[in-house]
């Protein structure tokens, strides 16, 4: 067929145009977000048994590779260590025959964050917060928690805590839990490592007193 002159500008002005808009509707199909897995609605869903009742996790607040899963141990450690990756934003409970147990965790503010080793000697169920004094210099809203916040859904250490000494010394760092989704993944805190409540309740059963914990620094990442 023969294309006439005024068929190709007509026709070629347009395709132009179409080159930098966009008319079409676009297809639900392809802009819907992928559905989450059942297995992950379970694990991440609501704990209506525990003392205050703990909602489901709005996964849609945190990145999917941030989802708790068991890989293989990248960490060179012996089994039932933590390990902490701060450039990666990953705590691994390092398991027999290879395996580990991965969790997204949100870290500390620069300037906030700790690295190192430690022990824990205690842990707790919903555990009362007290800040530090020099916390309380910075913000003297919390002067009210000097004597401690009770526990609660509205308290910075969540569902569980694990505590970390140094020796017998307390580094006032904690691994905690927090109902704000959005900070998995991120750089929020003040110093301690935030888990969903959900996984630190999962990590709370799995972890003795007595567990040797290693907080890696950003410029000595694990290399999966």
């Known amino acids: 067929m023969k294309i006439s002159r005024r068929t190709l500008l007509?026709?070629?002005?347009?395709?132009?145009?179409?080159?930098?808009?966009?008319t079409?509707?676009?297809?639900?199909?392809?802009?819907?977000?992928?559905?989450?897995?059942?297995?992950?609605?379970?694990?991440?869903?609501?704990?209506?048994?525990?003392?205050?009742?703990?909602?489901?996790?709005?996964?849609?607040?945190?990145?999917?590779?941030?989802w708790r899963r068991e890989v293989d141990d990248p960490t060179g450690e012996r089994p039932g260590t933590i390990v902490v990756d701060t450039a990666s934003n990953y705590l691994y409970w390092t398991m027999e025959?290879?395996?580990?147990?991965?969790?997204?965790?949100?870290?500390?503010?620069?300037?906030?964050?700790?690295?190192?080793?430690?022990?824990i000697p205690f842990k707790r169920e919903w555990p009362t917060w007290t800040p530090p004094a020099e916390m309380i210099e910075r913000d003297p809203e919390l002067e009210k928690y000097r004597g401690g916040m009770e526990p609660g859904l509205g308290n910075p250490l969540g569902a569980r805590a694990l505590y970390l000494f140094e020796g017998k010394v307390d580094t006032l760092y904690r691994l905690h839990g927090t109902q704000e989704a959005y900070s998995i993944g991120r750089a929020v805190s003040s110093g301690c490592v935030r888990l969903l409540n959900q996984d630190i309740i999962d990590l709370y059963n799995r972890v003795p007193n007595g567990t040797r914990v290693i907080v890696r620094p950003p410029n000595a990442p694990i290399v999966a």
Do not use: H
């Open 10 to 22: 007509v026709g070629g002005g347009a395709a132009l145009l179409g080159g930098c808009t966009t």
């Open 24 to 66: 079409a509707t676009p297809d639900p199909q392809t802009t819907r977000e992928p559905p989450i897995p059942a297995y992950y609605k379970t694990i991440y869903g609501p704990l209506p048994n525990e003392r205050f009742p703990i909602p489901a996790v709005d996964l849609s607040q945190v990145d999917p590779k941030f």
């Open 97 to 119: 025959n290879g395996r580990a147990m991965r969790y997204g965790v949100g870290l500390g503010r620069q300037g906030f964050g700790w690295n190192g080793e430690a022990r």
